[in-house]
């Protein structure tokens, strides 16, 4: 069917679609935190980078649709390259992952000979091949105190990367990217939410500026918000505004507030329902990582899986 056609019907017959088509393709659908809530809904497991990372490396489905944006494509593709991997939108990139190119890093390579490279997991494949290890927002930390240097080149998130700075006493060398969403917040968000929900502790997301960060009860990515919002009545949440609709789903009488309400990848939400079950009925947009970058690019994640 044309996507025309999915733009027409309504929410219970595309949800119902959606789970023929998932038996006839034996697929499996795999939805980031930050994904609208009927993608979320239709998602066989919803979750951050790294979890998304971990599932697509141990699915026995034949076609992944990841609902995320194009890295998380591609490393579903590199972790899985027998399988079928599609993107339902493919205006749906990460301009912070847009922000280093492989030549670009190639260069900071040249000018800080020796240091190893650990990359965000939000690059491109080119970009992981050229990488030692990847790292996401939930295991940064760890994947910098794992490795045998005293000098880390840290690429694209500034922001991360001076969080991570300030967990270990390795010296990072970051590369000036950041997430456009997330480096918006400002500490005059934070004076604000805690003025109006004083008894809520607030979490931010490690992409956010270092002065929001050094304001904030907790740092965690968006799968370790997930876990807070177990162990707490309500929330500030620090992050992209779809993350309230998963913890709101799981806990539906707590409370959470974003920390701003602009808060909006608009990326993320290239991604719908229509278009979710339009991508599925005809097996599109494929993800293609050319073998030479892939194997180079997979040595990079299958690192970060082990640490
Ligand atoms: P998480 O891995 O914490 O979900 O973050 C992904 C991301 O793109 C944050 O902006
Ligand atoms: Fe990229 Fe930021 Fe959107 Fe995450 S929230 S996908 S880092 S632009």
């Not at 034949?62 to 993107?87: D, Q, T």
Request: negative net charge; hydrophobic residues 45%.
């Amino acid at each position: 069917m044309r996507f025309e056609e999915y733009a027409r019907m309504s929410e219970p017959s595309l949800v119902a679609r959606c789970e023929e088509l998932k038996r006839a393709r034996n697929a499996v659908i795999l939805g980031h935190n930050y994904q609208v809530d009927p993608v979320q809904r239709v998602s066989d497991s919803v979750g951050d980078s790294l979890v998304l990372a971990q599932l697509g490396a141990d699915s026995d489905a034949e076609l992944i649709v990841l609902c995320g944006v194009l890295f998380m494509a591609e490393s579903a593709k590199i972790l899985n390259p027998a399988k079928k991997v599609i993107l339902p939108s493919l205006s749906a990139g990460c301009p912070m992952a847009d922000m280093i190119t492989a030549e670009e890093l190639r260069n900071f390579k040249a000018e800080h000979p020796g240091a190893p490279v650990v990359c965000y997991v939000n690059t491109s494949a080119d970009v992981k091949a050229e990488s030692d290890v990847c790292c996401t927002s939930s295991n940064a930390v760890r994947v910098v105190e794992s490795l045998d240097a005293d000098e880390i080149l840290f690429v694209p998130d500034r922001n991360l990367a001076a969080y991570v700075a300030s967990q270990t006493d390795k010296t990072i060398i970051p590369w000036d990217g950041y997430c456009y969403v997330h480096n918006m917040f400002v500490r005059e968000d934070v004076i604000v939410a805690t003025a109006a929900h004083p008894d809520s502790p607030i979490v931010v997301h490690p992409e956010c500026p270092p002065d929001v960060i050094e304001m904030a009860d907790f740092v965690a990515s968006t799968e370790g918000m997930v876990r807070l919002a177990a162990e707490h009545d309500s929330l500030i949440v620090g992050t992209e505004i779809g993350l309230i609709d998963r913890l709101k789903r799981d806990h539906p009488g707590k409370r959470f507030y974003p920390l701003s309400a602009f808060a909006v990848c608009r990326n993320m939400k290239m991604i719908d329902l229509p278009r979710v079950v339009w991508a599925l009925d005809n097996e599109e947009h494929e993800i293609v990582v050319p073998d030479d970058v892939r194997v180079r690019a997979q040595s990079a994640l299958a690192r970060m899986l082990e640490c």
